[in-house]
Nanobody
């Protein structure tokens, strides 16, 4: 099982980026999430989407600005990031954990089994 994240880059504050995460190969039954890690800080939860794509969860810091979604037909998860702020600068990772729950989400990085390689997002002022 592998994940491949892409879409990071350098943008000005207030602009948008869309991240993509391909995999796992059999994504039915996998809950997917995005985490981010700034230099010298912990890896923090950003957003998660249930195996069906019907339910999403967000960290308070990104609610109203970020949207997580998935396209199971193409084994891809997305993170649309709007109105980016300097404090959003970090390496963004996608992660997966087996789960069919529509009501519970895993918020701790330790609970995820599979990780992508990370993609750098840098927001300038």
């Amino acid at each position: 099982v592998q994940l491949q994240a892409s879409g990071g880059g350098l943008v000005q504050a207030g602009h948008s980026l869309r991240l993509s995460c391909v995999g796992p190969d059999t994504n039915v039954g996998w809950s997917l999430a995005w985490f981010r890690q700034a230099p010298g800080k912990e890896r923090d939860f950003v957003a998660a989407v249930s195996w069906s794509g019907r339910t999403t969860f967000y960290a308070d810091s990104v609610k109203g600005r970020f949207t997580v979604s998935r396209d199971n037909a193409n084994n891809t998860m997305y993170l649309q990031m709007n109105n980016l702020k300097v404090e959003d600068t970090a390496v963004y990772y996608c992660a997966a954990v087996p789960s069919y729950s529509e009501t519970y989400y895993y918020k701790s990085a330790r609970e995820y089994d599979v990780w992508g390689q990370g993609t750098q997002v840098t927001v300038s002022s």
